[in-house]
Each structure stands twice: as structure tokens, then as C-alpha cells.
């Protein structure tokens, strides 16, 4: 998991979706500069711009955050963010001893993707086949340590795996978006979207 998808603001400036990828297992605030590394178990390194270091929890790190939901997300459209999406192609049959439990996704490649969300759809454009889910047609919202997982009644489950931006940004960004294009139609308040997007 890489640390801007635990850390979707900076713990120290409160900048908001600003770690990136700085080289090899180093995230940056590009606001304030602050340098972030994994260190031993759930530690997080952290590097001030005076070259000072201090070892915190991610917990700690967390911590020092707003909640997810109080931050302001932007208007208009999400995007463009790099990243890399794994549509499954097929299914495999689940069984434990003879019982069968269901069908499994097999996915395919991962393909590099520019990906927009705006109120009416989240777009990935993949060079081979871009593709687009209008926020109606998702049927599930799944999130993952890295990846988030989108249903839909039109595409098959898509993986989406952001290269420089948060993916629990993304998951609250597409849940809002959705919430607000089920209030709009009429159909209620959502409740859950994970298995399935359901409402009141």
C-alpha cells in the first residue's frame, strides 16, 4: 500500500491529495516537502525539509487528519490521474470440499489509463478500449489497501490502481458523486455500496 493512499492529505501542512511519488519507496508533500518512508512494521519515516527525521505510527500519521468525508473534494471534474486498471475477462467456478460457493473473477493485464470523474461519469481511457461508466450504471464500489473495484451493469468489474493519487481520494470522490446522481434521480439515500450499491 503506498503511503498517499493512507495519508489522502499531509499530516503536516494539511494540503490536500499533494503526496507523490518522490523515487523508489519515497512519497513527497508537494506542498511543504515533507518526505515520507515506510520504516519497520506500520512506522512511517518522516523527513522535514530542515533534514530532521522522526519515526511515527501510521496511526499516529492518521490521526492528524479530517476524516475522509470532511474533506473538500473537488467541483466539476476529478482527473485527470494516472492509473493503472485490470478488467476482468472471465470467471472461475469456487468450490470447498465438492460444495460450490460461487465464481471468481479472473482479471486481465494491467493496462495504463488516464482516468476522469465527473457528475455524470467516470471515464478510463485505456489506449486498446476507453471506456466509460455513466454513474447510474454502477452497481458496486469496492475498495481494497490500493485498489478500488468498480461494478457495473454494462462493463465488466474493473480494477483501478491510482500511479500518483490516493486511492481511498478516488473511492470518496466516486461514492459522492454517486450519492448525489441517486438523490437527484429519486432513488434514495445509499446506504452501503459494497457487495451491491443499495439505498432507502
Given amino acids: 500500500?503506498?503511503?498517499?493512499?493512507?495519508?489522502?492529505?499531509?499530516?503536516?501542512?494539511?494540503?490536500?491529495?499533494?503526496?507523490?511519488?518522490?523515487?523508489?519507496?519515497?512519497?513527497?508533500?508537494?506542498?511543504?516537502?515533507?518526505?515520507?518512508?515506510r520504516a519497520h512494521g506500520a512506522s512511517i519515516e518522516v523527513q522535514w525539509p530542515d533534514g530532521s527525521t522522526g519515526i511515527r505510527t501510521a496511526a499516529e500519521l492518521e490521526d492528524r487528519l479530517p476524516p475522509i468525508s470532511d474533506m473538500p473534494l473537488p467541483a466539476g471534474r476529478?482527473?485527470?490521474?494516472?492509473?493503472?486498471?485490470?478488467?476482468?475477462?472471465?470467471?472461475?467456478?469456487?468450490?470447498?470440499?465438492?460444495?460450490?460457493?460461487?465464481?471468481?473473477e479472473i482479471f486481465g493485464p494491467r493496462q495504463p489509463a488516464t482516468v476522469t470523474l465527473d457528475e455524470r461519469c467516470l471515464a478510463a481511457g485505456i489506449p486498446e478500449s476507453p471506456l466509460v461508466w455513466p454513474l447510474d450504471a454502477i452497481t458496486a464500489v469496492q475498495?481494497?489497501?490500493?485498489?478500488?473495484?468498480?461494478n457495473s451493469r454494462i462493463h465488466p468489474l474493473a480494477?483501478?490502481?491510482?500511479?500518483?493519487?490516493?486511492?481511498?481520494?478516488?473511492?470518496?470522490?466516486?461514492?459522492?458523486?454517486i450519492r448525489t446522481a441517486?438523490?437527484?434521480?429519486?432513488?434514495?439515500?445509499?446506504?452501503?455500496?459494497?457487495?451491491?450499491?443499495?439505498?432507502?
Avoid: K, N, Y
Fill in 1 to 37: 500500500m503506498a503511503i498517499r493512499d493512507l495519508l489522502w492529505a499531509c499530516p503536516e501542512c494539511a494540503a490536500f491529495a499533494s503526496i507523490r511519488s518522490a523515487e523508489r519507496g519515497v512519497e513527497i508533500c508537494a506542498s511543504c516537502g515533507v518526505r515520507f518512508r
Fill in 78 to 104: 476529478l482527473g485527470p490521474a494516472q492509473a493503472l486498471v485490470r478488467i476482468a475477462r472471465t470467471t472461475r467456478p469456487v468450490h470447498d470440499r465438492g460444495d460450490f460457493l460461487g465464481r471468481a
Fill in 143 to 150: 475498495p481494497s489497501s490500493s485498489t478500488i473495484q468498480i
Fill in 182 to 200: 441517486w438523490i437527484e434521480a429519486g432513488r434514495g439515500r445509499i446506504v452501503q455500496f459494497h457487495p451491491h450499491i443499495r439505498s432507502r
Fill in 159 to 177: 480494477s483501478f490502481r491510482f500511479v500518483d493519487q490516493s486511492v481511498r481520494l478516488w473511492e470518496q470522490a466516486i461514492q459522492d458523486r
